[in-house]
């Protein structure tokens, strides 16, 4: 019992909280068959607090909802839904997934919601799938008057030649989109036939007469918005006009901005919960909950999306569910609200720095929890910005531009996204201190010269000792002011 006796024996009575004690209590009690799992759940957090975390794709998730997943609730197989279930003794499995699945429409206000994807991408699967098969399939059999199982294997086989040959078009990849969107490496390209639209090269944002001209080209079934790494917000009015001009469904990936929907500054035309028939989500990035997946859909799909197990998923993860209800909740509130405005606040405050010093951000700005920064005038690739700055204690990862000359591995780019700051109580007053450090840990930093190849090298870099011992201080200090979980002591 190392830890909870260290923090049992240094903390007084009144000070000790339930979570702390749990927290460290399951630490202890893994490390007595498991010391290298319990040393790198200490490591983790650890180098946590000693960074300053710029992902723009992560959080802190609070301790309730970190609690919820460590418990017997992992245990239980339950496909179906709550109150339709294919096991016996789900009661408790049920309370969850309707707990969650009631807050949850409570905070967006949709239709239908359905919380049992384990991840944005398995979302994003049974999305697609229950488009395509109410779209398709459900006409098909209307058609041929039988159901799918009375089909002889040559009718099943005409029936998926019609399901696999549909079409989706979202976001390329290099613009901003996320892989699960079209990408070829992905899935999504493999299923259906996928088309991308791209930003416009000068101004770096969405053209919708430019979307509606590609659209009307390629007559998709699945219209998709959403992004990985944009800046500005989508106008989901004019996104649902090309969809409804074309006959095709709306659907929409927020995962990285549903805690601005949910936070409420994402509203009217910039929120896509009026707008798109589909839906999908995260629910660990801005809307700081568990690791895993979600969907909010009109009830002409409530029925199919019901089905992602068998369509798509295994059993749900009961203890995920949990956490999800907790996260659902924290998030139905008026701090909620106030949080998400600051993440957007912050994010432009440190978007300023830059765009003040006449850096290269990508769309111009930020409207949103982050933005990309091309680092090409520093005369350093996005990995070597990468490394210099986690060097010093700022995380934050590489991005590939719009026609990156340098791949998608080195990258001429970094993504800096304020959500998990935000959620540590920084400011924007920080987050301009923070601009500046980075300044000028990008200023001194220069990719290393390899005198083999007479070229500069892409990956390897030098930073002025000085300069990293002095930006490291600066960041040390402002992660004083804010540290991570303080109620966990592991001394
Ligand atoms: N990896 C996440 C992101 O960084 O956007 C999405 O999958």
């Not at 003794?89 to 919601?113: L, P």
């Not at 500054?265 to 660990?284: D, L, N, R, W």
């Not at 040390?476 to 966990?488: A, G």
């Amino acid at each position: 019992m190392k830890y909870l006796n260290l923090y049992l024996k240094n903390t007084s009575l009144e000070k000790q909280s339930a979570a702390a004690i749990a927290y460290l209590a399951s630490i202890d009690h893994i490390s007595v068959n498991s010391p290298k799992i319990a040393e790198s759940i200490v490591n983790e957090i650890k180098a946590q607090r000693s960074q300053l975390k710029l992902i723009a794709s992560e959080n802190y998730s609070s301790l309730s909802v970190q609690l919820a997943m460590g418990n017997l609730l992992t245990d239980k197989y339950a496909e179906g839904y709550a109150k339709h279930r294919f096991y016996a003794g789900c009661e408790q499995v049920d309370v969850c997934e309707q707990t969650a699945v009631d807050e949850v429409k409570s905070i967006f206000g949709c239709d239908h919601a359905y919380v049992q994807p384990h991840s944005g991408a398995d979302a994003n699967i049974v999305a697609f799938w229950s488009i395509i098969i109410n779209k398709i399939q459900n006409k098909r059999l209307e058609q041929l008057g039988k159901k799918i199982d009375l089909l002889s294997n040559s009718e099943y086989e005409e029936l998926r030649q019609y399901l696999v040959n549909c079409k989706v078009m979202g976001m390329s990849l290099d613009a901003g989109g996320h892989l699960t969107h079209g990408f070829r490496h992905n899935i999504s390209s493999k299923m259906m036939q996928a088309s991308s639209y791209s930003i416009d090269p000068k101004t770096e944002m969405l053209d919708y007469d430019e979307i509606a001209k590609k659209a009307k080209e390629f007559k998709p079934d699945i219209l998709l918005a959403g992004y990985s790494a944009y800046s500005r917000r989508i106008n989901f009015a004019k996104m649902r006009e090309i969809a409804d001009s074309v006959g095709a469904t709306l659907m929409v990936d927020m995962a990285h901005f549903s805690g601005l929907v949910a936070g409420k500054v994402f509203k009217g035309e910039e929120s896509p919960i009026s707008y798109a028939q589909m839906i999908t989500s995260t629910t660990h990035k801005t809307l700081r909950g568990p690791r895993g997946g979600l969907i909010l859909c009109d009830q002409e799909f409530a029925e199919t999306v019901n089905k992602g197990c068998p369509l798509v998923l295994g059993g749900p993860l009961p203890h995920v569910m949990a956490a999800k209800a907790i996260a659902f909740q924290e998030a139905n509130t008026l701090a909620f609200q106030d949080y998400s405005k600051k993440v957007v606040d912050n994010s432009r405050a440190l978007a300023e720095i830059f765009l003040k010093e006449d850096l290269h951000v990508l769309s111009g700005g930020t409207d949103n929890h982050m933005f990309v920064l091309d680092v090409s005038s520093f005369g350093i690739t996005g990995r070597q910005a990468e490394d210099a700055l986690l060097d010093c204690g700022i995380c934050l990862n590489r991005n590939a531009i719009l026609n990156d000359k340098n791949g998608a591995w080195y990258t001429s780019g970094v993504r800096i996204g304020t959500p998990a700051l935000t959620s540590l109580g920084v400011g924007v007053d920080q987050m301009r201190d923070l601009g500046n450090i980075m300044l000028k840990i990008l200023k001194h930093t220069k990719a290393s010269f390899n005198t083999k190849t007479q070229s500069k090298n892409k990956a390897r870099y030098e930073l002025d000792a000085n300069i990293k011992r002095n930006c490291k201080e600066q960041v040390i200090d402002l992660l004083k002011d804010f540290p991570l979980y303080p109620e966990i002591t592991l001394q």
